[in-house]
């Protein structure tokens, strides 16, 4: 299955379907513009998880593996997850200031917007907002979003 479903959030219709299927395989291909999601799927969906550019060898593995019932993540979505890992570890550890941030981040407000908000100058928003990409790997709201449900 791919990593979208038609007219309904992803992380929902995942849910969704790991309830309505409780025997099914399966097995998610996801495209590296998706990658912010992945981590949150997984902690959603106990499945296999494999990038689209990845080998056909690597594909017939990955099926094999989840016939079986193995969860299997190749090789790229191995690395989405122990980066997920340590955003995790940093999410847990983040102190007021980071956790406010993070939360007005969520909910859409630019820059000037939470810099009124939580009392900062603009510029050092813009810093904060830049280490929280580098270090979480999150390119998008959706993937913030996803670190608040840790």
């Known amino acids: 299955m791919g990593l979208e479903l038609k007219d309904m959030r992803d992380l929902a219709a995942w849910q969704m379907l ?7 395989k399966v097995l998610i291909s996801w495209r590296h513009r998706d990658a912010d999601k992945i981590p949150a799927m997984m902690r959603a969906s106990r499945a296999g998880y494999i990038a689209r550019d990845a080998s056909p060898a690597e594909y017939l ?3 094999k593996q989840a016939a079986r019932g193995t969860v299997y993540y190749c090789g790229q979505t191995q690395k989405l997850r122990e980066s997920g890992m ?10 007021d200031t980071w956790l406010r941030i993070l939360y007005c981040i969520c909910m859409g407000y630019s820059n000037k917007e939470i810099a009124m908000a939580t009392g900062l100058k603009e510029n050092t928003v813009k810093s904060y907002r830049k280490k929280l990409k580098s270090i979480t790997g999150c390119r998008s709201v959706a993937g913030m979003e996803g670190l608040l449900d840790c």
């Open 86 to 95: 340590e955003a995790m570890n940093f999410i847990k550890n983040l102190d």
């Open 18 to 24: 790991a309830a309505g299927c409780d025997k099914t």
């Open 61 to 63: 593995y990955a099926v």
